[in-house]
């Protein structure tokens, strides 16, 4: 070797590039081995998947049906039914189905149907796969958009967070995967009333879509829309309008004017007709589009109830009141039998009709429904929540109608108590008029200033 060092040393770095060649190709081998393996694993799920999603489907041919009529709900209950037996020991495929059969399930409002299909597909998800996979995630997401509808806004507040930190890492902040994410955590931001957050998000994802995605893309006009409701609950009119009226235009073209994504907006527009006062305009667009959604998706889909309470409220904005009342109630009845008793929406809908009530002059039942309304709200968000403290106040205003001196200053030193802050409004009611000379009226009207001091 002392004698031969360039020959050697020429052989050690050969044998070294060589070692790394041989390394080198031993991981891309396998690394080509684990891809073919899962493409041929994605290969089998998604002929597995169309094979029973077309078996399923024989049940609406005339053979199969036998002359009865066969409804999507009864062929989505079937194919749970047989996605449980038939599957159980095919896990990927399993998750797939039960994720399309729970989307479809809550597209349709059968929204406790869809939950535990979505719970179990995340969960399959997460042991086959991971965490971090993109099956995973997508599942995720669905069950946070089912949450979301459900009421259930900490959880899915919680899970999108989590999907979008997860994808923001492993694809970038404008992957359309990632900008997804971000839009559906700034709608549950609005629907918690987290206003400026919602806006900063909406505006954000509004400028990537159009950017990476094109004007005229679905998704854009999802957050066009998005953002304008955010600018509706904001009280920005026309901010709101210069969006919904192009996003509308648009949607007409690319979804239909019959599609279910296009009617729920033309609905939101209407409210910011009303919010304006231009009741006529409001009204054609309510009573319209209420009536192609009931033909449809139905009278219970949770789209078609949304149409008839807005409408209701138009008719109570415009002070008619009987013909808000039927609809207030037909709303309320069938929110409690598609979401639940104490549902958001139900909650809303209690509070509706009782000032539909008050403002009637039937204030017996109008003081019933604010009841029922603050147990709920007492026991479901809190004594200091927002909505529990309105209640409060509503509950005064009724009591100062029946004349009712102690019972209102009673309703009224319990909203301040917990945060009432609007001490002119409070000032100003014309309910309330007959105690501005109360020194316990005033006294209630100052720690009300007190609380406003108090607010950041």
Request: contains cysteine; charged residues 30%; hydrophobic residues 40%.
């Amino acid at each position: 070797m002392a004698r031969h060092r360039l020959p050697f040393a020429a052989a050690g770095a050969a044998l070294a590039a060589l070692v790394v060649f041989a390394v080198v190709t031993t991981v891309q081998a396998r690394r080509i081995a684990a891809e073919r393996d899962r493409a041929s694993r994605e290969a089998t799920t998604a002929a597995r998947v169309s094979d029973f999603l077309t078996g399923l489907f024989k049940v609406s041919d005339p053979d199969e049906a036998r002359g009865n009529s066969i409804t999507a709900r009864e062929i989505l209950d079937t194919g749970v039914g047989k996605i449980t037996k038939e599957l159980a020991d095919e896990p990927e495929v399993q998750a797939r189905l039960m994720q399309t059969m729970g989307k479809v399930y809550a597209s349709l409002g059968l929204y406790p149907r869809a939950l535990p299909i979505l719970e179990q597909s995340v969960a399959t998800r997460r042991r086959l796969l991971g965490a971090e996979h993109p099956d995973t995630l997508a599942a995720m997401s669905d069950l946070a958009r089912l949450y979301g509808s459900m009421g259930r806004r900490a959880e899915a507040e919680k899970i999108d967070d989590q999907v979008l930190e997860r994808r923001r890492r492993l694809l970038g902040e404008e992957h359309p995967e990632t900008l997804e994410a971000t839009a559906a955590l700034a709608f549950i931001y609005r629907t918690q009333g987290r206003l400026a957050e919602a806006e900063t998000l909406d505006q954000r994802v509004l400028e990537a879509r159009r950017r990476v995605l094109g004007e005229d893309h679905p998704d854009t006009l999802e957050t066009m829309t998005e953002l304008a409701a955010v600018y509706n609950y904001e009280k920005r009119y026309a901010e709101a309008e210069a969006l919904y009226r192009p996003a509308i235009e648009k949607l007409r073209r690319v979804r239909g004017e019959d599609n279910s994504v296009t009617l729920k907006n033309i609905v939101f527009l209407a409210d910011v007709y009303a919010a304006q006062h231009r009741f006529a305009e409001a009204e054609a667009l309510h009573r319209d589009t209420r009536e192609r959604l009931r033909h449809l998706l139905g009278d219970d889909h949770p789209l078609t109830i949304q149409a008839t309470n807005n409408l209701a409220s138009l008719y109570a904005d415009e002070g008619r009141y009987p013909d808000a009342e039927p609809l207030f109630r037909e709303a309320l009845e069938r929110k409690k039998h598609v979401f639940g008793a104490d549902h958001p929406s139900t909650l809303t809908g209690i509070g509706n009709l009782a000032i539909v009530y008050a403002s009637e002059g039937r204030i017996a039942e109008a003081e019933a429904q604010f009841l029922e309304l603050l147990e709920k709200q007492r026991r479901l968000l809190g004594e200091n929540h927002t909505e529990t403290i309105n209640t409060l106040y509503n509950l005064a205003c009724v009591n100062a109608r029946r004349g009712n001196r102690a019972g209102t200053l009673d309703w009224l030193g319990q909203a301040v108590a917990h945060g009432y802050s609007h001490a002119d409004d409070m000032a100003g009611d014309p309910d309330l008029k007959a105690l501005h000379a109360d020194p316990q009226f005033v006294a209630i009207v100052a720690r009300a200033r007190k609380n406003a001091g108090k607010q950041p």
